[in-house]
């Protein structure tokens, strides 16, 4: 069986690590198999990382990803090889994941603590699914505060109704959090993990954060809420104007 950690922030976004003190973190310190960089609405990340895997011997593999923010709320998006575009709703988004061939995931489902989809969004998709709009996961084990507040309404709905391939991510910003949270898969490469999720033979694995993880994330808390709050809109600002710039102006 092969563990996985497919929920993991970079400094492309409000993470704190870069991808190389990812890589040198799970290589080192983890006994991961298999990796996801999911940084929020950024690509940059998920390229820099294949890029890095081919270039070197690392014992584990790496699956590309991304955290994509439709109109109702996170979607964790796997095995992409092109970025998803942002504020999309939920069901365009899904269909433009799986027209790539990737997955998505509910990450910290039903949570009040930050943008989530909702018990209606859920559940209108579960009902209705059709063509490319459908879910391959659902995240019952987010180890942050966001996923904890939620996750026993989540699970129980997951459970009795939904019943998608359970997922567990750490939704780590710092390297002390990687493998808090993990998804057990036959096997130990992207495939497998993917076959997995398409079979429903995952499970979680992992623990809520501890008091000490939790008073080391205060500590560096307003350099991570400078990170979020101030680097990562930069960065989609100057996406956008650059956007414009090549493309020639707005309307054109």
């Given at each position: 069986m092969g563990k996985a950690d497919i929920h993991i922030h970079t400094l492309h976004s409000d993470g704190m690590a870069s991808v190389q003190q990812v890589f040198d973190f799970v290589e080192n310190e983890t006994d991961l198999d298999l990796i996801a960089?999911?940084?929020h609405d950024m690509f940059d990340g998920a390229d820099e990382a294949r890029n890095l895997a081919a270039r070197r011997n690392y014992r584990f593999r790496v699956l590309t990803g991304i955290e994509v923010t439709t109109?109702?709320?996170h979607l964790l998006v796997l095995g992409i090889d092109k970025p998803v575009r942002s504020l999309?709703?939920?069901?365009?988004?899904?269909a433009a994941v799986h027209a790539q061939g990737g997955v998505v995931i509910a990450p910290h489902p039903m949570s009040w603590l930050i943008r989530s989809i909702g018990r209606n969004g859920l559940l209108r998709i579960h009902h209705n699914p059709h063509?490319?709009?459908?879910?391959d996961g659902f995240e019952v084990?987010?180890?942050?505060?966001?996923?904890?507040?939620?996750?026993?309404r989540a699970r129980a709905l997951n459970d009795r109704v939904l019943q998608l391939a359970e997922t567990g991510g750490s939704d780590s910003?710092?390297?002390q959090t990687i493998g808090t949270a993990?998804?057990?898969?036959?096997?130990q490469t992207a495939d497998d993990l993917l076959r997995a999720l398409k079979d429903k033979t995952t499970r979680v694995e992992g623990?809520?954060?501890?008091?000490?993880?939790?008073?080391?994330?205060?500590?560096?808390?307003?350099?991570q809420m400078a990170q979020s709050l101030v680097k990562l809109p930069a960065k989609h600002i100057r996406r956008v104007a650059k956007s414009l710039m090549t493309n020639g102006g707005v309307g054109r």
């Open positions: 960089i999911t940084d109109l109702e709320g999309m709703g939920l069901d365009q988004t899904i063509d490319e709009v459908y879910f084990l987010n180890p942050s505060l966001a996923g904890r507040v939620a996750a026993r910003h710092v390297l993990v998804t057990v898969f036959p096997g623990h809520y954060w501890t008091r000490e993880e939790m008073r080391y994330l205060v500590r560096i808390g307003p350099a």
